[in-house]
């Protein structure tokens, strides 16, 4: 009987009926598919012990809601210290859930988790990402593509950041999980220019419009979904999030994009009794070129 070099396994000898050297490989397939799954079971056994160390409600709820493999992204971050804690829910939309963190040395995190179920999701996220040549090879699976759409979202925050627009500095993705920068503080997130209007909305508005050039030209994005509702306050100044459907400027559908944030800038800060620059006003000064 010989062993095989490189599995160790028992090597199909010449000469053997085919049925007996069936068996014989079937016995070595079996054999590797009962190690993967004890190595799922360990890796299962070793989630468990580590969320009763660290049990709370929120981990329940944690594991109430996501899937194992959504777990499994968690635990890894833990053991590279990325998390140490989660607590409650900060934000919860149809698209993902926002989650209050700290690392181990106890600064305070944005833990953001895609949901990888929405078909309602998918069907919103296709026109971001057609077009993008960065996610160009991306499968057009509900998974992958929401794994692409927290990278987008990972990899844009770096280019606002690299630009001086103020954003959640990014910290770390994988799979469908994004960890930032917590704006706030002790769990309570800054509220959003829609929940709380600015005190100074002049200065704001022109900052805003600092933003949208920086990011334009700097970044090279277009935000595309820019409004009231996703800009935060924080220590007076204005910050923007949920950069995920933000397109680079080779996007077919970036110039409409812009049109459009600058569009609905303009009307919040209108009602507010500011006197706005024209769209076309602000678009030339955003892109340096043309008209809206």
Request: a positive charge; zero cysteines; aromatic letters at 10%.
């Amino acid at each position: 009987m010989a062993l095989h070099p490189r599995t160790g396994g028992v090597a199909p000898q010449k000469g053997l009926p085919n049925n007996l050297r069936t068996v014989r490989i079937t016995a070595l397939a079996f054999r590797r598919h009962v190690e993967k799954k004890l190595h799922r079971e360990e890796k299962s056994y070793e989630i468990e012990q580590l969320m009763k160390e660290k049990r709370s409600e929120e981990y329940e709820v944690l594991e109430e809601v996501f899937d194992r493999s959504t777990l499994m992204v968690i635990y890894d971050f833990m053991n590279r210290g990325a998390i140490d804690r989660i607590y409650g829910v900060v934000k919860a939309g149809k698209e993902a859930r926002v989650y209050w963190g700290k690392d181990k040395e106890g600064k305070e995190l944005a833990v953001k988790i895609y949901l990888t179920v929405s078909a309602e999701f998918r069907k919103g996220m296709l026109k971001y990402i057609e077009g993008d040549p960065r996610f160009r090879n991306v499968k057009r699976d509900t998974r992958s593509l929401i794994f692409a759409w927290a990278q987008k979202e990972f990899r844009n925050l770096e280019q606002a950041v690299a630009a001086k627009v103020r954003v959640p500095k990014p910290i770390a993705v994988k799979n469908n999980v994004l960890i930032m920068e917590f704006i706030g503080k002790n769990g309570v997130s800054a509220p959003s220019m829609k929940e709380q209007p600015p005190r100074n909305p002049e200065r704001i508005y022109e900052t805003l419009l600092t933003y949208l050039e920086r990011l334009y030209k700097k970044a090279e994005l277009v935000h595309g979904d820019l409004s009231e509702y996703n800009i935060m306050i924080w220590k007076g100044r204005p910050v923007i999030f949920d950069m995920s459907q933000a397109v680079p400027l080779s996007h077919p559908m970036a110039n409409f994009l812009l049109n459009r944030d600058i569009a609905n800038i303009n009307k919040f800060f209108s009602r507010l009794g500011i006197e706005v620059l024209a769209v076309e006003e602000v678009y030339r000064r955003v892109t340096g070129h043309g008209s809206a």
